[in-house]
């Protein structure tokens, strides 16, 4: 079956460590997103990629990084700049008029 | 700039009643769509109805309906016979193409409503 895969479903991270969160489609879809959510908020756009090796920021980009080296792939690195990095992160891909889909998320903790 | 106001923070209904769940959108894009997801618990966004700036009809996916108000820029969702299944987080998104670019563009999304379906 076609669709995102994201992975870790729970990950830790100590302070001053980088992470990264793995997003993977097989949907043949050329656009890819990084939502971030909080607690009774909606999604706010990260990162976002149209196309194969390009890739622009979001709304809220700073202490985040990401690469499409290839199209079924945009990896997000949460670094150690992101000064609160605790939240729920959503991948989704699109094609077509109403083609959004989603990812299940990986839910990230600072310890 | 594109916007999207849920004013409803929590919203209760009884089982088998129908709810209506309010979204107002502010855009200066004459063709735009509108959508509504529901995410569960669990966390997976799920699509359920789309509407787009021109459909004349208004947007029916089973349960679901969308009372899509052009002139006074509102996208309500109604859920028809509500289900214990239905208690959820439902959020209404606006694709914006004029701030994003590209064929896709990116979804601006509220702040979501909960919605708690009582036996």
């Known amino acids: 079956d076609g669709g995102i895969t994201q992975s870790p479903k729970y990950l830790f991270r100590k302070e001053g460590q980088n992470v990264t969160l793995s997003c993977e489609q097989n949907l043949n879809h050329d656009a890819m997103y990084w939502y971030r959510q909080d607690p009774g908020q909606g999604l706010r756009l990260i990162y976002y990629?149209?196309?194969?090796?390009?890739?622009q920021k979001g709304d809220i980009a700073e202490g985040y990084s990401v690469s499409r080296e290839k199209k079924e792939s945009f990896p997000l690195t949460v670094t150690s700049a992101q000064k609160n990095p605790t939240a729920f992160y959503l991948c989704a891909s699109a094609s077509g008029l109403y083609g959004y889909t989603f990812g299940s998320g990986t839910r990230l903790t600072v310890v | 700039a594109q916007k999207i106001t849920q004013t409803q923070p929590g919203m209760f209904v009884q089982e088998k009643e129908a709810v209506t769940l309010d979204c107002t959108y502010d855009t200066s894009d004459q063709s735009y769509g509108l959508f509504w997801y529901k995410q569960p618990s669990s966390g997976e966004m799920i699509f359920l109805i789309y509407q787009g700036s021109y459909d004349e009809q208004n947007a029916t996916e089973g349960r679901y309906s969308l009372n899509f108000q052009k002139a006074r820029k509102s996208a309500n969702l109604v859920i028809s016979a509500s289900q214990l299944g239905d208690s959820a987080m439902y959020f209404c998104a606006m694709r914006d193409l004029m701030n994003y670019g590209g064929s896709q563009g990116n979804l601006i999304f509220g702040k979501g409503t909960k919605l708690s379906v009582k036996p």
């Open positions: 990629s149209q196309i194969v090796n390009d890739f």
